[in-house]
């Protein structure tokens, strides 16, 4: 819901991918928020399995020309791949969050 994972209300990005400091609402601090990869990884696999049997079905299917069955393939790609790429974020986040996960230190090490 691209909401703060502690109160629900306050919005969790400044910009398109970037987090707030802190929570218009709940003050809660942000400035540890790190995702990583993770949102990129989860996205780019999902994306794979729509635009495969896409390009698949234009090229086979329709009959279309390689050029053009390749062009609406890649510009679907891009799109859903801007759409997921705040959602997996901010969920992967809201997990962070509520399992209270951070980055591994050397004190961690037995």
Aim: charged share 20%.
């Amino acid at each position: 819901m691209l909401r703060c994972p502690e109160c629900g209300k306050g919005a969790v990005f400044a910009a398109y991918l970037r987090f707030r400091d802190a929570c218009a609402v709940c003050n809660a601090d942000f400035k540890s928020a790190d995702a990583g990869d993770g949102p990129a990884v989860f996205v780019i696999l999902i994306v794979g399995a729509i635009v495969a049997p896409l390009l698949i079905f234009l090229q086979v299917g329709l009959d279309l020309p390689d050029t053009l069955a390749l062009a609406i393939t890649i510009a679907a790609a891009v799109a859903l791949c801007l759409a997921f790429l705040p959602p997996f974020k901010a969920t992967l986040f809201a997990l962070q969050w509520k399992h209270k996960a951070r980055e591994a230190t050397h004190e961690d090490v037995e």
